[in-house]
């Protein structure tokens, strides 16, 4: 629900990447998303696209790596994938778990000439 | 075409912030408490509740977060209690640097809680770390039974879950200890308490825990 925000900030790191690498047009972002954030990819194209219109971003298209959930169980101390509709352990089946992936919103690369 | 390596934290500046809030919390030795639940789910009335009951030896403040309007600031001022409202004008839910800003506006040097009263909303406040030490989850049996399942991370990262609103149970077609269950299987270790912000059920107990968190 907050995906304007997030494309703001977004945009403000691609336009300090593109000045002082001396990018003339942006092509194309390559974000890794956690499953677990309340963002939806659908709006967050929707928000860059309002965003960089008639910027040297126009048209660029981001490109989503999704993370599914897997954390360290406090209980059996693995580190295994969340299962669903819990995010239990996977091992034990405990449901008190530390999140290690599934929250996290990061820009990888940004393509661009 | 190029490809620029980036491998920007784009949520870290929130976090950086939220951590900042934390370590001014632990310094001053205030319990900072992020309330948060639907909209209407009772939130300000456990807070009325809360200070009716005469926790007259607690020193509370508050920041309310709304979308609009300071209604619910009112409510808390005629209690005597501190409180900032701050309005996101359409933002879904607090960040961090908006409860620093506020934190300014406070008097904290006496303060034992501070109880940051979240947007009405289960899903993005629990995407945002403000610096609290506890995450409390106001959950109305009005809502339904189905909505620890619908909205699992509000749950899943709360160190407390309020029923309330259990004087409707017998209009409304739920089971509270279903619900609790469903709570519990989704997080063992939380503290699950069933109220009434009408009737004043239950209330000394969710007391006790603020007090034993202290
Ligand atoms: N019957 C009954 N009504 C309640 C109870 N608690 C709150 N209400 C009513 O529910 C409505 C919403 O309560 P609020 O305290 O404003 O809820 P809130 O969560 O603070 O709402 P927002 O801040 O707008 O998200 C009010 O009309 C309250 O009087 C309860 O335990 N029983
Ligand atoms: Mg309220
Ligand atoms: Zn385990």
């Known amino acids: ?113 | 075409m190029t490809k620029i390596k980036v491998i920007k934290n784009i949520l870290s500046a929130n976090k950086n912030t939220a951590d900042k809030n934390r370590r001014f919390f632990r310094e001053k030795g205030i319990l900072a408490v992020n309330l948060m639940g639907s909209p209407g789910s009772g939130k300000t009335s456990l807070l009325e509740k809360t200070f009716e009951a005469g926790a007259g030896d607690l020193r509370f403040a508050v920041i309310e977060g709304d979308l609009a309007t300071s209604h619910d600031a009112k409510r808390i001022k005629r209690f005597g209690v501190p409180v900032v409202q701050i309005n996101t004008h359409g933002g879904c839910h607090l960040d961090a640097n908006m409860v620093g800003r506020a934190l300014k506006e406070l008097p904290l040097a006496h303060t034992d809680i501070l109880v940051i009263e979240n947007v009405g909303n289960l899903v993005c406040p629990a995407d945002f770390d403000l610096g609290e030490s506890k995450r409390i989850v106001v959950l109305s049996v009005t809502e339904g039974e189905d909505k620890i399942e619908k909205y699992p991370f509000m749950f899943k990262f709360a160190g407390c879950c309020i029923l309330n609103k259990i004087d409707l149970l017998p209009y409304c077609n739920v089971s509270d200890e279903r619900i609790k269950r469903t709570a519990l299987k989704i997080n063992k270790d939380l503290d699950f308490f069933k109220v009434s912000c009408k009737t004043g059920e239950g209330i000394n107990r969710w007391l006790e825990w603020l007090r034993a968190k202290l």
């Open chain 1, 1 to 113: 629900m907050h995906e304007l925000s997030l494309a703001e900030r977004l945009w403000s790191t691609t336009k300090e990447v593109a000045k002082t690498r001396n990018l003339k047009t942006v092509s194309a972002l390559k974000i890794s998303i956690g499953e677990c954030l309340a963002v939806s990819p659908e709006s967050l194209v929707y928000c860059w696209e309002a965003i960089t219109k008639g910027t040297l971003a126009e048209g660029s298209k981001l490109e989503f790596e999704v993370h599914g959930p897997s954390g360290v169980c406090k209980d059996c101390g693995k580190e295994t994938p969340l299962e669903k509709p819990l995010y239990s352990c996977k091992a034990c089946g405990s449901s008190r778990v530390d999140f290690k992936t599934g929250q996290e919103f990061f820009l990888e690369y940004i393509e661009g000439e």
